[in-house]
């Protein structure tokens, strides 16, 4: 069996391509040996395509309230429990002025879809964190918007827009989400992302109720029929106060072999080490990176709102998980032979701006 596993890796690795058959053999397998196989190939690649740089991003979650009502999520409107904030402009200017200062030159601005923040508000601050840091490329992941909205926030500067997709397959997107929300809606907004020139980040959680075999090959699907710059994935958590409390989380093991995958078939991607796969497991972030992963995303939300931002239980945002943290982190990093990458880490997937993606056009 093991002998068949190298096999279905090389053949990945060598055409980039991946069938459904061959995807539950990788993740169904119990062979060691194969699977740090799967992660050396992987992290190979990541190391021809970016040398042993790990890029940083700095993140800043700058509202949790939320208009959405996502079944998995802690900050879904229906949770009477969450203790809401908003940042004001000036807090998000100085997190971003105390990132600069750490190293960063990313910063994500991340938040609920949240109505208080207007595409006025949402601009001014974009242009603001440019002004005052030029050299610095600027990140959204505020979640669905008009095209027109996703126009004026890269007028103003915007960089970057990350948009989970969170399943690619609409029957398991109406189990996870309420009826208001539509995975055309989503595809809409990514092809809309990239066609406006944001290098785009898709992605879904690891074991999410309702994950099959059969999901998670229209996950990679997409991810190869879009093309995205970045993938973001990590384990679902279960958070007590929402539907999916009871649910099992995903698992370490499964995220890591879908982190190789992933870096296969789409070998200049950018690949972030989550923070759910840093809170499943103490060594997760290092074994994604060693599985092939090449970002990771420090928290910079001012410390006295951050338990606040709460996703999922548990979830990490102090020591190595922390902007202040740097330093740890960067030794930590250094042990296993990588280090921090001071520039601004652009993808190396081009960017095709003003093509609509295929899929969008075919259903016009
Ligand atoms: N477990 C893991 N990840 C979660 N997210 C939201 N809720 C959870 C959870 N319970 C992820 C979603 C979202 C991103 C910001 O966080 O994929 O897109």
């Not at 980040?201 to 970045?230: A, K, R």
């Not at 931002?309 to 943290?325: C, R, T």
């Not at 190396?348 to 899929?359: L, Q, S, T």
Request: glycine content about 8%; hydrophobic content about 35%.
């Amino acid at each position: 069996m093991a002998g068949v596993e190298r096999e279905i890796i090389d053949r990945i690795e060598k055409t980039g391509r991946i069938t459904k058959e061959e995807l539950s053999i990788l993740l169904l397998s119990s062979d060691d040996k194969s699977m740090d196989y799967l992660a050396k190939r992987a992290g190979e690649t990541t190391l021809r395509h970016y040398g042993n740089k790990i890029y940083i991003r700095g993140l800043i979650e700058f509202t949790n309230y939320c208009r959405n009502d996502c079944y998995y999520c802690g900050i879904r409107k229906s949770n009477r429990n969450a203790k809401r904030y908003r940042l004001s402009e000036e807090e998000i200017l100085s997190a971003a002025g105390l990132g600069y200062r750490l190293g960063f030159r990313t910063f994500v601005l991340q938040g609920g879809e949240d109505p208080w923040f207007t595409d006025e508000k949402i601009c001014a601050l974009v242009s603001a964190v440019k002004s005052d840091h030029p050299d610095c490329a600027v990140t959204l992941s505020i979640g669905e918007k008009k095209r027109d909205s996703y126009q004026a926030y890269f007028d103003a500067g915007a960089d970057r827009y990350l948009l989970r997709h969170e399943t690619a397959d609409e029957v398991h997107y109406r189990k996870l989400h309420p009826p208001d929300l539509a995975l055309s809606n989503r595809i809409r907004c990514l092809s809309e992302l990239k066609e406006i020139g944001y290098q785009t980040g898709c992605g879904f959680m690891v074991g999410s109720p309702g994950q099959t075999m059969e999901t998670l090959f229209l996950d990679l699907s997409l991810i190869q029929e879009l093309s995205p710059h970045m993938v973001g994935i990590g384990p679902f958590i279960p958070h007590k106060d929402t539907p999916f409390c009871r649910e099992a989380p995903g698992t370490l093991e499964r995220t890591l072999r879908l982190l190789s995958i992933i870096r296969l078939i789409h070998p200049k991607v950018l690949l972030p080490a989550t923070t759910a796969l840093g809170t499943i497991h103490p060594d997760g972030r290092k074994r994604g990176i060693l599985a092939g992963a090449n970002v990771v995303m420090p928290n910079l939300t001012p410390q006295h709102v951050r338990e606040k931002y709460e996703l999922y239980n548990g979830k990490a945002s102090f020591g190595e998980e922390a902007a202040e943290g740097l330093g740890a982190l960067s030794e930590e990093l250094k042990r296993i032979g990588y280090q921090i990458a001071v520039d601004i880490g652009d993808s190396k997937v081009p960017i095709v701006c003003g093509r609509r993606w295929p899929k969008i056009a075919a259903q016009k």
